[in-house]
Structures are given as structure tokens and as C-alpha cells.
Nanobody
């Protein structure tokens, strides 16, 4: 079993910054890809950014140059961060952390990010 705990969401004005954190514990492996996804009201969940165990990153075009994903692998805990800068109203969504990259992946409970114009 893998447990994911997300934090860091909130309300911010356009142009502002937020940092999301996701702590993974349980039966975790540092080689596993983790990522952030988001779902806005009335829209499908979409990829924001992923990071492999080795640190290779991938970003959605809409966030390139503004968001940075990183991870900290410890013995019993993996923490993945999403630094979000120059936030736009269209970044408003529930942001979900994901452990794994297949249909067996584990999802976090989500954290709300609201960007006001």
C-alpha cells in the first residue's frame, strides 16, 4: 500500500506563486515515476508534470517555463514538489499527486489551487 498526502494549495492572485508538496509513504520505491495532474471544473484530468526516479522531468506545454517539479528520495519517504510561478486564472484546478505511471498508480486526495484575476 502507498499513501500520498498533498499540501500547499490555496488562493493566490494572478502572477503569484504556490508550492505544492506530496509525501509518499508505505510500500514505495525511489525508481517509480511520480507526477502532478490537475482537473478543472467540467474538464478532464490532465498531466501537469512528471519526474522519474532518476530526475528526468516532463511538462505540459501550458506550464513549461512557469512550473518546476522536483523530488526528494529518502529511505521511507518520497516527497515531490511542484513550484508554480506566474500563475494564471486558467491554472485554477484541483491538483492531484500520482505515484506510478500505469493503471495501478496511486492517486492523492487532491488539493485545490485557485488563481484570481
Amino acid at each position: 500500500q502507498v499513501q500520498l498526502v498533498e499540501s500547499g494549495g490555496g488562493l493566490v492572485q494572478a502572477g503569484g506563486s504556490l508550492r505544492l508538496s506530496c509525501a509518499a509513504s508505505g510500500r514505495i520505491f525511489s525508481i517509480i515515476t511520480m507526477g502532478w495532474y490537475r482537473q478543472a471544473p467540467g474538464k478532464q484530468r490532465e498531466l501537469v508534470a512528471t519526474i522519474t526516479g532518476g530526475g528526468t522531468t516532463n511538462y505540459a506545454d501550458s506550464v513549461k517555463g512557469r512550473f518546476t517539479i522536483s523530488r526528494d528520495n529518502a529511505n521511507a519517504l518520497i516527497t515531490v514538489y511542484l513550484q508554480m510561478n506566474s500563475l494564471k486564472p486558467e491554472d485554477t484546478a484541483v491538483y492531484y499527486c500520482r505515484y506510478g505511471s500505469t493503471s495501478l498508480a496511486t492517486w492523492g486526495q487532491g488539493t485545490q489551487v485557485t488563481v484570481s484575476s
